[in-house]
């Protein structure tokens, strides 16, 4: 019953900007840390960004000043916004939840293609 409905990923040029959203229902989404992560194929599955139940951020060193992480809880949501988009940016970006202080309720999106290309 738990689900993660990922939305907004395109084909975007260059320095283009989007913004990846994440609807969870089925959990108490305030006690839930939340995270982006993306996959290219052949790679490991990559933690971009996370914010925590007290609204901390964290980014991994290629996207700091140009993605930014967010959360409503009042509408069970999670965003990435993401600009100043590269080629390197391209993968499939998945949505995660992990409840605070009990690791084994994680839930994932079914991800969503982000695609930066001329």
């Known amino acids: 019953q738990v689900q993660l409905v990922e939305s907004g990923g395109d084909l975007v040029q260059p320095g283009g900007s989007l913004r990846l959203s994440c609807a969870a229902s089925?959990?108490?989404?305030?006690?839930?840390?939340m995270g982006w992560y993306r996959q290219v194929p052949g790679q490991q599955r990559e933690l971009v960004a996370s914010?925590?139940?007290?609204?901390?951020?964290d980014y991994v060193d290629s996207v700091k000043g140009r993605f930014t992480i967010s959360r409503d809880n009042a509408k069970n949501t999670v965003y990435l916004q993401m600009n100043s988009l590269k080629p390197e940016d391209t993968a499939v970006y998945y949505c995660n939840a992990e409840k605070v202080f009990s690791p084994r309720f994680t839930y994932w999106g079914q991800g969503t293609q982000v695609t930066v290309s001329s």
């Open positions: 914010i925590d139940i007290g609204s901390k951020t």
């Open positions: 089925g959990i108490i989404f305030s006690v839930y840390n």
